[in-house]
């Protein structure tokens, strides 16, 4: 870990060798990761106490991070996590609220907060965290960076702590579109359609109701920035049956799925968890089957509804989160409540399967506000390729 | 760690090879090691995730340790304490609250917990503790077991975390006296002066006054059984200064103590301390120079003091702690009230760095209840042969 980390971002292991290749295109490059990836020489402690005991000191390192290394990027260390990735606060009972350098009154956002907090605070170049739930897209748009959560699948989570598998992505964070670029095109490749083609704006807006009017007030000239650049975007509504049932089904999976993880670890240690995540896994274990059923089923629905409205080239464009990150000082039952909303925002990514790029692009009272592209399967590289063009453009 | 811990006394590390003597005094016993010693093979982890994180796994073993495995015993694993050892609660917010087997609506007292837990649920046939105001009596008077605080400095705490040094001290746990008197052998030798001395029994009566009315009241029975043995106990008062003086002088020294101990750890990382440890960190670390200084000449006063009151072969017969272990449902202020009583009694060996042996010969409304023995420095072996002799005779 760095020598200083006045914004307590970092799990201070002590620090082991970590090689990366002499050159590559990540070279010069430093990055953090969250501390679920395996990475040799270290534990993984996952943001509980348990989970580091019994880790031990891991032998072998997750292969996105060794991608990452094999580019030329050095490692810097492995950085705070939400309590088992299951919390949105960015604070850790245990390990503590990494601090958000772009607006240090409020969260980080979480569950990979301390690698926001790490990039934000520029202790490193870029670092990776993981999105189930709005992990990376979250704290990406409270700390003012880029932040991506990629198709459900593309960037592998081998050797690396899971929260809800079928939901678990691997994301990034970068505060220039042209260091998130590069490590794009280590992580992803190129997308099988090709990056040059037009793509078609999209206006949802339903979504853009759940946001609080001055957040999408401070996000409309960025919007506007956009639409010049890549066209008119068509308005449209995109929730299938009410924002509320996908809420629910998306909160199924997630707790079904977190439970099946996690709950052999608390039943048989019963750990003490933080405020919040004690009473979601609390709530988890309650999940019957036939919500689990249904909601498997409204995924594939959902799946094939969104596929549809955005076709091979359409991306929405919309708010990454209802609003600017809520202060530290608010109450547990504050946070919950911006989370559910929260949650009706994030939760098309999540059961669609396809990514989203958040761009910190807006601020509001002085903090920042994430802009968000979310596009078809397969079409990350090309929303990255959009934020590019328009950061370039301004 | 034992395949099943239905107790949550130990902290689950992986497994590693501890080898020890094949024959030896302590051959055929099983012994847990709080985690605050030094274990090659495993991190001390000091119930502090931090602590944990920064630990790595250690390459050396503490010579305590060494001597038990050395003698022939069997290293069975780590248990768990109150966090950073500054508390008498048997709890940790990161750990959870081991279980009082012989009492399991009640506390087990700490911090030593996981230790006495381990050893009254018969995990193990003993544990090795520390205690600095009280982290190996409590428990043992709490949990049904022999326990003592030896002599300062008789017992090595080499590679052992430290929380106040100059009151710090190392001792352990068993049911049976014969195991206790064995791991004795090993880990105290033989007194300076002989065993076969008689002793001249002392009832501090100011010292009784502060203990429940009913757990005086169950104590009774046993202390009569003592006398029996060794001749009537003689009335005397012990108190220097006042019970409130003395107990502000040990807070004064434990938290002056406990603060350079821990106190750059705190500040450098800011780490989220349990409930009443966050608050007494932050009492020590106000503690003013001039109270430390008194505390000091105080110190040294009441030693002269106790010293001249024992000579060479007075013995205390007390109660270890005010009551029966108070309920795992109390409240953070009950147990608060709790502990700043039990202070006072616990604080004699503490101030005069004299050995106190806790003995489980007394119950109240079915919970286990120590009857204690303090004696003269360096006798801490003899104090032990009391309670062979005691047992023997029942």
């Given at each position: 870990m760095p020598l200083h980390?006045?914004?307590h971002a970092f799990v201070p292991y002590p620090d082991a060798p970590v090689p990366h290749a002499p050159t590559g295109p990540l070279s010069g490059l430093g990055f953090a990761v969250k501390d679920l990836f395996d990475v040799a020489g270290y534990p993984t402690g996952g943001g509980n106490p348990f989970v580091l005991a019994m880790s031990g000191i891991k032998q072998q390192t997750a292969p996105t991070v060794q991608r990452l290394l094999d580019a030329g990027a050095r490692f810097i260390g492995k950085t705070v996590t939400d309590e088992l990735a299951f919390s949105m606060n960015g604070d850790n009972a245990h390990f503590g609220a990494p601090i958000n350098s772009a607006a240090p009154l409020r969260i980080c956002g979480g569950s990979s907060s301390g690698s926001?907090?790490?990039v934000a605070a520029g202790l490193c170049d870029f670092a990776l965290g993981t999105d189930t739930g709005g992990s990376v897209r979250a704290p990406a748009s409270h700390c003012g960076l880029y932040g991506l959560r990629p198709t459900h699948g593309r960037v592998s989570?081998?050797?690396t702590l899971d929260l809800a598998p079928s939901l678990d992505t691997c994301g990034w964070f970068?505060?220039?579109v042209q260091t998130f670029a590069r490590v794009a095109d280590v992580l992803l490749g190129a997308d099988a359609a090709p990056i040059g083609r037009g793509v078609r704006l999209l206006w949802p807006r339903d979504l853009w109701a759940l946001a609080e009017p001055a957040a999408v007030q401070a996000l409309r000239p960025a919007a506007e920035r956009l639409q010049a650049l890549a066209g008119p975007a068509a308005q449209l509504s995109v929730a299938l049956e009410s924002f509320d049932a996908m809420y629910w089904h998306l909160r199924h999976l997630q707790g079904r799925e977190a439970w099946q993880t996690d709950g052999p670890l608390i039943e048989r240690f019963a750990p003490p968890l933080g405020p919040g995540v004690a009473e979601r896994f609390a709530w988890s274990r309650g999940v019957t089957d036939d919500q689990v059923v249904q909601a498997h089923a409204f995924r594939g629905r959902f799946r094939t509804h969104l596929g549809e409205l955005l076709g091979s080239d359409g991306v929405l464009v919309m708010p990454t989160m209802p609003d600017i990150a809520p202060l530290r000082a608010a109450g547990e039952a504050a946070l919950e409540d911006y989370r559910n909303l929260a949650i009706r925002l994030l939760c098309l990514a999540g059961l669609s399967g396809f990514p989203q790029l958040s761009m910190p692009?807006?601020?509001?009272?002085?903090?920042?506000?994430?802009?968000?592209?979310l596009g078809p399967a397969?079409?990350?590289?090309?929303?990255?390729?959009?934020?590019?063009?328009?950061?370039?453009?301004?």
């Open positions: 980390d006045p914004v926001a907090s790490a989570l081998q050797r970068a505060r220039e692009l807006a601020r509001r009272d002085g903090s920042p506000l994430g802009l968000s592209l397969g079409s990350d590289r090309r929303l990255i390729a959009l934020a590019e063009r328009l950061a370039h453009q301004a």
